[in-house]
């Protein structure tokens, strides 16, 4: 079985000088937790705050893409980086973990095609083109005005240029109507990398029902994201009522301000470890939205991407990666076969990333 997560926010955590080579205290994702957790591959995406515009997002994005080499090169007996699926099977084959890179957020694009193939030749595999704002490409899910009613018309061009050079779409926390619009437009299929089913939790990042069934009508993959936010609506209510969330980001940004400061990184821990106390969905809910998305797409277009390191909280007993084999159980007492399983767990994304070539 080939293990694939298509969604780790793991460069910034490098940028808050986590060394993936040691098994961190409060770290969801480092190579112990990975090997333990029997992972072959995962996106590591750069994630860039819609705060960010040029010039300050596409050097922000270096930052994290040169922190990211870094960290590989420093761990080339654990590591390699995969730029396809048979990269990803061959570094299996040497026992070494692929390190996959997306982008999140197309901000540092800017409105130059350039730039996205600067991008591409840097490996970047996929991008999501818009995270909690508005950008240049398309409109965020987040807002309640939105300034193109789906995507613009530079998104468009970007949409065939991806298509063009190879590149997966990943229409995560985009707008319904920009989703509509990237169905129309894409000539190949696109991801969710890490989403989750708005039948089961009402949060407008999630994905209705119809949104499901033309991803996979288009031979895409929506891969169920682990937060428990988009996993619960009970939980969204908890969190708010904890009101942990305002104070955290905070405390966090202070700590990404100054990570070397031990006080600072202590207050942030502190602040996780109030919310892992907090009443959590159990990670079995993860397979409840699977088995949903399953029920609408199909076997074959469902997956994991599980928003370690981007993510606050997790869901009770999924505490990071090391334990992500628990949801593969869980999909095993529901009578899932074992090739169900092979494809959940990242068959299918294998396959759409070859369908990008």
């Known amino acids: 079985m080939f293990v694939l997560d298509s969604h780790c926010d793991t460069p910034s955590q490098i940028l808050r000088l986590r060394d993936l080579a040691l098994d ?9 937790k990975l090997g333990r957790g029997a992972v072959d591959a995962a996106f590591f995406a750069l994630y860039i705050p819609a705060s960010l515009q040029l010039p300050q997002a596409e050097d922000y994005a270096w930052k994290l893409m040169d922190g990211l080499k870094a960290c590989v090169q420093a761990n080339s007996d654990k590591a390699a980086f995969a730029y396809s699926s048979s990269d990803a099977l061959r570094n299996k084959e040497k026992g070494l973990f ?3 890179v997306g982008l999140e957020n197309g901000s540092p694009i800017g409105n130059d095609l350039a730039r996205m193939d600067e991008f591409h030749d840097a490996g970047v595999r996929y991008i999501t083109l818009c995270h909690s704002a508005d950008n240049q490409i398309c409109d965020s899910c987040a807002p309640r005005t939105h300034t193109w009613n789906g995507l613009s018309s530079f998104g468009r061009e970007l949409v065939a240029r991806m298509n063009e050079k190879g590149m997966l779409i990943d229409v ?6 920009a989703f509509y619009d990237v169905m129309k437009y894409s000539r190949k299929p696109v991801a969710a990398t890490h989403s989750c089913c708005r039948a ?6 999630n994905m209705t029902d119809d949104m499901i069934r033309t991803l996979a009508h288009n031979g895409g993959v929506m891969q169920i994201n682990f937060y428990p936010v988009f996993l619960d609506d009970s939980f969204r209510k908890v969190l708010a009522e904890s009101r942990l969330q305002e104070e955290g980001e905070r405390i966090e940004a202070a700590y990404i301000a100054d990570p070397s400061n031990l006080s600072k990184r202590k207050a942030w821990y502190e602040i996780v470890d109030s919310l892992t106390n907090l009443p959590r969905p159990s990670y079995k809910r993860i397979v409840d939205h699977i088995d949903h998305a399953v029920s609408i797409a199909g076997i074959d277009h469902v997956g994991i991407g599980s928003d370690f390191d981007g993510i606050e909280v997790t869901p009770d007993g999924m505490e990071d990666i090391s334990k992500i084999s628990l949801v593969f159980e869980e999909m095993k007492s ?3 076969s074992d090739d169900d399983i092979k494809k959940v767990a990242g068959g299918n994304f ?3 990333l070859d369908c990008q070539l």
């Open 24 to 32: 961190n205290d409060h770290a969801h994702v480092d190579f112990p």
């Open 98 to 100: 692929s390190v996959f």
């Open 172 to 177: 995560s926390h985009i707008s319904d109507d």
């Open 200 to 205: 089961l939790a009402s949060h407008p990042r």
């Open 334 to 336: 529901r009578g899932y």
């Open 350 to 352: 294998l396959k759409l």
